[in-house]
């Protein structure tokens, strides 16, 4: 592994340490910062020549800082002869506008393919990413990672044939299918119609509730008004207990408060992106996908099959 190096910029660093410390290396070095009009500034104080660089760095708020500072890392392990740059993006921001959805509107998701293809990834590391389709916006490999093995792992004492696995939305069935047949349990769909960015609508419920323990499961808690809005239906129609699991904790505006508010017991989330300190309530629990990311980084560096990592 003695060619291997792992950079961090300012997003996740405690993620990346994590990831350094279940391969056994330290992470490389890099001064990341700003000058004093604000531009990013980085410096790579060892010598990567010939080297298998991995930059993890979740793009999540301040998105624009952590994407430009994704960028700049990469522009310079390029040109300080890397040998291969593997962006790891264990979230992967601006993904949720991957279509034009009405006129005059922009794909984000393929404008940040391009402009990590252009700065210098050979490849990407991902977890779940909003939408699968967007490893097609890239012409570079791309590994996408799930997190259902974790925290299957976490619920597999609680849940049984008598729980209803929940995706939130239509578009978070195939998800909510794998979690039902690892639980060998139920499932069951909202019908979500979004209102506007904050605001979601329970429509109906598809799927036997009643009387069920639930565990909903999605990609993103943003403001959480999706979680809310399906929580709240689900009491309606009779539940009994709510729990979530979740990959990636935005937890952004009235995401905590809401969360509080509502009838759901736990929320387990992942550390794709850092938890603030007032993001850290009872309620939220947070598992590490620092194993995860460390195995498929090792696999990839020795070349080795990852397929098992994306079981579904
Ligand atoms: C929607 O398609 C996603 O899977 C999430 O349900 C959504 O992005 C969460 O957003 P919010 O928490 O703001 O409702």
Request: contains cysteine.
């Amino acid at each position: 592994m003695n060619t291997l190096t792992i950079f961090s910029g300012n997003s996740n660093p405690d993620l990346a340490r994590k990831v350094c410390d279940s391969l056994n290396i330290p992470l490389g070095k890099c001064e990341v910062g700003k000058f004093s009009d604000g531009e990013i500034k980085v410096h790579i104080t060892e010598n990567i020549r010939g080297k298998d660089v991995f930059v993890v760095q979740p793009t999540c708020v301040p998105a624009n800082d952590n994407l430009m500072e994704l960028l700049i890392i990469m522009d310079a392990a390029m040109r300080a002869s890397a040998k291969r740059i593997t962006a790891v993006l264990p979230y992967f921001g601006y993904a949720r506008q991957d279509r034009k959805d009405k006129p005059r509107v922009p794909i984000t998701a393929k404008l940040v393919a391009n402009l990590l293809e252009r700065a210098g990834a050979d490849r990407i590391l991902t977890i779940d990413l909003h939408a699968a389709q967007v490893q097609g916006f890239f012409d570079i490999p791309f590994d996408h990672l799930f997190a259902v093995s974790l925290f299957s792992e976490y619920f597999k004492d609680k849940v049984d044939e008598d729980w209803v696995v929940v995706a939130p939305d239509v578009g978070g069935t195939k998800m909510a299918r794998a979690y039902a047949k690892r639980f060998n349990s139920g499932l069951a769909i909202v019908d979500k119609r979004r209102v506007s960015d904050e605001k979601a609508e329970a429509m109906h419920i598809m799927g036997e509730v009643k009387g069920k323990n639930v565990i909903i499961v999605d990609d993103i808690i943003a403001t959480a008004g999706s979680l809310v809005e399906a929580a709240a239906a689900l009491k309606k129609n009779g539940v009994k207990d709510i729990y979530v699991a979740a990959t990636h904790a935005v937890l952004c505006g009235p995401a905590i408060e809401r969360i509080e508010k509502s009838d759901i017991k736990e929320v387990v989330v992942t550390d794709t992106i850092p938890l603030g300190q007032e993001k850290r309530i009872r309620r939220i629990k947070q598992l590490s996908v620092a194993h995860i990311l460390g195995e498929a980084i090792k696999r990839i560096h020795n070349e080795e099959t990852i397929s098992e990592l994306f079981a579904l």
